[in-house]
Nanobody, 124 residues
Framework: QVQLVESGGGSVQAGGSLKLSCAAF????????MGWFRQAPGKERERVAE???????KYWESVNGRFTISRDNANQKLFLEMNTLKPEDTAMYYC??????????????????WGQGTQVTVSS
């Protein structure tokens, strides 16, 4: 059974930085599309960024220019470097992955594998 395990969350002050990691376990085939989502209390899940098997990247507007997504295909790991953090970035951050390319995954609910999440708290 494939598992994704996130790490790197924590509490920082506004303007600070954090780097999230996501490691995959139990793989029998390669992960193609990998992405980060977040959900704040009382709010809907929000897409943050995704990176495809070929390195193509997409950011969603709220984090564009402040966050950087990357992956280590050899070790099946995903990263999210977060800079200039704002209080509104406070949320549980989830790693998600799929065995299909991002262009094929039918939206956020199409990701087949999800991590348990890591909490990021940004204070003003």
């Amino acid at each position: 059974q494939v598992q994704l395990v996130e790490s790197g969350g924590g509490s920082v002050q506004a303007g600070g930085s954090l780097k999230l990691s996501c490691a995959a376990f139990g793989l029998t085939s390669s992960l193609y599309c990998m992405g980060w989502f977040r959900q704040a209390p009382g709010k809907e899940r929000e897409r943050v960024a995704e990176i495809d098997w070929d390195g193509s990247i997409k950011y969603w507007e709220s984090v564009n220019g402040r966050f950087t997504i990357s992956r280590d295909n050899a070790n099946q790991k995903l990263f999210l470097e977060m800079n200039t953090l704002k209080p509104e970035d406070t949320a549980m951050y989830y790693c998600a992955a799929d065995f299909r390319a991002c262009t094929i995954v039918p939206g956020p609910d199409g990701f087949r594998v999800w991590g348990q999440g890591t909490q990021v708290t940004v204070s003003s």
